[in-house]
């Protein structure tokens, strides 16, 4: 299973972003997805997870509302759309899929594969 994350970059505060993940190597509309964050010195948090079908989404309280997980099975792709972006944001951002179920997942421990991560940088 392979995970390429991709869309990180330099954002000034207030500005947006959105990342992609593809995945290959399974059968992607299966498995439950998340983005997860880790900022240097921190240890890696949750952001968001998505259900397999796209019904079921959950966030993180410091990105609700700002940020908007989707994914599009028919191209094997989860998004992270982020939006009002601050300082606090600043982080290597990991997608990673599920290990064995369809349904959401928020704990680290039930996700087997992570993509290498893309950085985010908010200057303030």
């Known amino acids: 299973v392979q995970l390429q994350a991709s869309g990180g970059g330099l954002v000034q505060a207030g500005g947006s972003l959105r990342l992609s993940c593809t995945a290959s190597g399974r059968i992607f509309s299966s498995y439950g997805m998340g983005w997860f964050r880790q900022a240097p010195g921190k240890e890696r948090e949750f952001v968001a997870a998505i259900s397999w079908s796209g019904g079921s989404t959950s966030y993180a309280d410091s990105v609700k509302v700002r940020f908007t997980i989707s994914r599009d099975n028919a191209k094997n792709t989860l998004y992270l759309q982020m939006n009002s972006l601050k300082p606090e944001d600043t982080a290597v951002y990991y997608c990673?899929?599920?290990?064995?179920?369809?349904?959401?997942?928020?704990?680290?421990?039930?996700?087997?594969?992570w993509g290498q991560g893309t950085q985010v940088t908010v200057s303030s």
């Open positions: 990673a899929t599920a290990s064995s179920t369809g349904r959401l997942v928020v704990r680290a421990s039930e996700y087997g594969y």
